[in-house]
DNA sequence: TCTGAAACGATTGAACA
DNA sequence: TGTTCAATCGTTTCAGA
């Protein structure tokens, strides 16, 4: 996949920003030393690019009233429908993120529900009326110990 | 886990800065039909709550160089070590989720490497490396299909 | 819990080194 | 790429309903 030049000022915008997406475009200006606008202008330049594809907001989902997290590993009976499960997998709100992965699995798909009744109508009632489905197998979090994003330092420095 | 009353204007503030955590409150008010200092307000209170836990930018793992992203199941020899191994795993920079979970393992975590020369001194220097750990089995995600948030509405309207 | 007003700070674009 | 400047716009706080 395409790679993109970034030094180390962009690296370090973008790890303040990983860390608080609203940090004032200022506050990282100071901290690097050069002015507001130039930094305001290397994050157009990293969005035009590619490497920024959005922010969001993090919510506790138990909070919210979404006790259950799980993950569920999908064998498909003819990999030739692939494509087709991912967007019916996609219609599903409560996954929130789907993989193509090598394996005992297929596909592989993260969901919040509200409780164990509500994972089971879902895995039941929408994710094996997906035609094609082989066999499913289900992981339940019992706890999110740590969720973080990737650590940009890890790269060339 | 505590909940939170959380009503429909919550709920639609939540839903804009979920998808765009940038986006101005005074934007978010004019959407809603409230003032901008409510909304203020509102986000002040999800937030000291607890349901709004941070936000954060998304960045393309593939353009930041990171090609390869895995899933690692981990079987301990005694779970009493648990957490010791979760703050052991935490030091590892490349891990981005770990997850207690039921079944075949007990742990769960997601990485990105930048290659897979990458992934197994990660796995072999770091992970293995890990006192008590005994068994892992590594899902090579050969493909993101989607990644979003918890779709707020699924809940009581 | 809301509003409006006011002060302060941030963003953005243009012009230029 | 960077800078400064200036206009615009957003954030935040407070008093009051």
Redesign the interface.
Known sequence: ????V?DAIDRKI?KY??????MPFLEIARKCGISGAAIHQRIKKLDE???????????????????V?A?I?IRLQDVSILMQT?DR??QI??I??????????N??VKL?C?DNEHLMTTLCDRILAIPGISTT????????????????????D
Not at 1 to 4: F, G, P, R
Not at 49 to 67: A, E, Q, T, W
């Open positions: 996949m395409s790679q993109v970034i973008l920003l990983i860390t608080n997406a609203r690019s590619g490497v920024i594809l959005g922010s969001r907001l993090v919510v506790d989902p138990k909070m919210l009233g979404f006790d997290c993950y590993g991912v997998l996609k709100p409560e929130v993120e789907c993989h193509f992965i090598t394996g005992t699995y596909l592989f919040y509200v197998q289900t992981y339940i979090s019992l706890n999110e110990a740590f969720q973080r994003q990737i650590y940009v330092d890890c790269l060339h």
